[in-house]
Every structure is written in structure tokens, then in C-alpha cells.
């Protein structure tokens, strides 16, 4: 007996129904991804502030403490500015590294 017209209406509708519950469920999916990404790229730049913050005011407390130095010459160097400037761009080129490496994986999911 051949299937009556309304029975491919009901049969269109549920479908219809289950194909937006899975886009529903993989746009609240992406959406959430996204969210947690954004989270833990907010969470790595302030523990980056604080650790430059941080390095900041030790390497001020530590000229503070020294006291004057001979001359007028700085305690840090040219040097140290250039080995701190080096290492920030190395943490910027690893943040860099990580995040094309977060986004590979997402595509490939």
C-alpha cells in the first residue's frame, strides 16, 4: 500500500525538527568552544601582565636596592633591555605557535 500524503508531510516536519536540533546543538557547540577559547586567551594575557608586572618591579627593587651606582650608568644594561625584549618576543612567537595550533585542531574536529 502506498504511503499517503500526509505521512510524507509528518515524515518532512520531523525532519525538518531534527536537522535544526543538530544545528542548534553544533552551533551552541562552536559557540561554546569559542567562549572557552576566548577564556583561556584572556587567562594566558594576564598571567603574561602579571609576570611582566612582576618582573618589572623586582627588577626596580633590585636597582632600588643597589643604590646608587657608580656614575650615572643604570644597573641594567643595553644588553638587558635587548635579552628582555628577545625573550618577550619569543613568548609572543609561542602564544602565536599555540593559538594556529588550537585553531588546526579545531578545523580538523
Known sequence: MSKSPVHAFFVGRILAEEIGAVLERTVSNSLSAFGQFDA?????????????????????????????????????????????????????AELRSELQRYRNRGDHD
Request: no cysteine.
Open 40 to 92: 583561556e586567551q584572556r587567562e594566558n594575557l594576564r598571567q603574561f601582565s602579571e609576570r611582566v608586572v612582576e618582573r618589572a618591579e623586582r627588577v626596580e627593587s633590585d636597582r632600588n636596592a643597589a643604590g646608587p651606582s657608580s656614575g650615572s650608568r643604570p644597573v641594567s644594561t643595553d644588553q638587558d633591555l635587548q635579552a628582555l625584549i628577545d625573550g618577550l618576543r619569543a613568548e609572543i
